[in-house]
């Protein structure tokens, strides 16, 4: 497993094997690799892992979550919200998107907020994951939602995250990098794009010709620090800045396009 914290760049590799491992040769592969890289080999560390349900153990760092009128669980999760809730089961999986990351919940509260204050008929989801965001839209719009998403893993994961929340004859999901799995002629009067802050800029000219004048667009996976390198593609598009939010150091923005 692979993990980078993105404030600090750190990244971080992590193994597992029913077999004791030789350090030496380890140690020796690491070194190689960094030889070839330019730069010192970094740290290993092998330790013994006492027995444990290793499922059980990652469904703790799990528990329910409440965002606005979400209530965002998993399948091992008895507790039901409270009344005028809305219930959204993601399982842990192979797709981004459980509602614990502080992008996923600044999406959440984005669209909870939008829609407070406007009626929505036609939305898209950039880079769906788990198909959290889209669920969310359709179950508290009650709207057909169409996802997109380059992987096909995430594309299956929303199909079935649909199901699992009765919302599949609202969704359709597709595979595709960006806006190619969507019509030339399509637009829409919101897309969210929850991915990452170099990819938000690439995406810039495609969404705001999708976009319908006086749309929005809620736009996360950036942090605090790459606002003015994202936020500056889309004020070239004609987009303008509605609203912010901030959760741990990360960044969810809100644009509405000049209409």
């Not at 404030?7 to 491992?21: A, C, K, V």
């Not at 939602?145 to 359709?172: C, F, K, M, S, Y």
């Amino acid at each position: 497993m692979w993990t980078v914290d993105e404030p600090s760049g750190l990244q971080r590799m992590e193994g597992f094997t029913t077999t004791e491992p030789d350090p030496a040769t380890i140690t020796h592969a690491l070194d190689v690799m960094a030889g070839c890289l330019g730069i010192d080999a970094p740290a290993a560390r092998i330790e013994e892992l006492t027995p444990r349900d290793w499922v059980a153990e990652n469904l703790k760092g799990f528990p329910p979550i409440d965002v606005g009128r979400f209530f965002i669980y998993a399948s091992h999760v008895d507790e039901r919200p409270l009344l005028g809730r809305i219930p959204m089961r993601i399982d842990p999986g192979a797709a981004f998107g459980t509602g614990t990351h502080a992008t996923t919940s600044g999406c959440l509260q984005a669209i909870e907020d939008l829609g407070k204050c406007h009626r929505f008929k036609r939305p898209l989801d950039v880079g769906t994951g788990s198909g959290i965001l889209a669920i969310a839209m359709a179950k508290l719009w009650k709207l057909a939602i169409q996802g997109t998403d380059i992987d096909p893993t995430a594309v299956r994961v929303a199909r079935e995250n649909a199901t699992l929340n009765g919302v599949a004859n609202l969704l359709d999901f597709q595979t595709g990098a960006g806006f190619k799995p969507v019509s030339d002629q399509a637009r829409f009067d919101l897309i969210v794009a929850n991915i990452l802050a170099r990819p938000l800029t690439s995406i810039a000219s495609d969404l705001a010709r999708h976009l319908l004048p006086g749309g929005y667009a809620v736009l996360s996976g950036l942090i605090v620090r790459d606002e003015r390198f994202v936020l500056g593609a889309y004020l070239a598009q004609g987009l303008v800045l509605e609203r912010r939010y901030v959760r741990n150091d990360w960044l969810t923005l809100v644009l509405k396009k000049r209409g």
